[in-house]
């Protein structure tokens, strides 16, 4: 079974300031797709962020940006120039290829600093 | 963007009663629906996969009799919490992917926050 691991339960940024958020995955297969998702206190989940595991590029939102590294099993979030409204709970995902299947990391809460 | 709509918001019961939690997907058709549970800052649990047209998937150690999954139409996925108690009590939110296309993300409804006094 796949499993999603977010080493980090807790972050903090100072406003303005770069973080990165970790994620690590193990699967067998080699095609499939990740997510990032933001859980501000509403408890609306948002999606960040996606990446085909095919694409070598990294993907990129604006702010949002990640770090791929597929034979490393590794899909960091990296956020740039941090605003108070990016306080929440951070999720990563995986999402397998065939069939619907989402497996959630336990989440890392981002405290923004202003 | 795909919109998921999940109602009620909030719901508070007494001990023994049933709850129904409704899950509609607005502007797309959902053949698959996930209901998860969350815990106060703890990740998304899931309970139970919801196929249109056919049984739920009940993930291991979720009571199918407890936790009722009706997804009757290509827009609608209901919950049914029966004869709930206090340790049912949690955050329930329901999802979809749009059908069919693999790269799609999950969309989320906003939850439904559930005491049970």
């Known amino acids: 079974a796949q499993t999603v691991t977010q080493s980090q339960p807790e972050m903090s940024v100072q406003e303005a300031e770069t973080v990165t958020l970790s994620c690590t995955y193990d699967?067998?297969?080699?095609?499939?797709?990740l997510f990032w998702y933001k859980q501000p206190p509403s408890r609306q989940m948002i999606l960040v962020i996606r990446q085909e595991a095919y694409k070598q590029q990294n993907a990129t939102e604006n702010r949002f940006s990640v770090n791929f590294q597929k034979a490393a099993k590794s899909f960091s979030l990296k956020i740039s120039d941090s605003q108070l409204g990016d306080a929440a709970m951070y999720f990563c995902?995986?999402?397998?290829?065939?069939?619907?299947?989402?497996?959630f990391g336990t989440g890392t809460s981002l405290t923004v600093i202003p | 963007g795909a919109v998921v709509s999940q109602h009620p918001s909030w719901v508070i019961c007494k001990s023994g009663t049933s709850v129904k939690i409704e899950c509609r997907s607005l502007d797309f058709q959902a053949t698959t629906m996930f209901w998860y549970r969350q815990f106060p800052k703890q990740s998304l649990m899931l309970m139970a996969t919801?196929?249109?047209?056919?049984?739920?998937?009940?993930e291991q150690g979720v009571e199918k009799d407890k936790f009722l999954i009706n997804h009757a139409s290509l827009t609608l996925s209901t919950l049914t919490v029966t004869s709930a108690h206090p340790e049912d009590s949690s955050f329930y939110i329901c999802?979809?992917?749009?059908?069919?296309?693999?790269?799609?993300?999950?969309?989320f409804g906003n939850g439904t926050r559930l005491t049970v006094t």
């Open positions: 999802s979809a992917p749009t059908a069919w296309l693999y790269n799609s993300p999950l969309h």
């Open positions: 699967t067998s297969e080699s095609d499939y797709y």
């Open positions: 919801s196929n249109e047209g056919s049984k739920a998937t009940y």
């Open positions: 995902a995986y999402r397998r290829n065939t069939g619907n299947q989402f497996y």
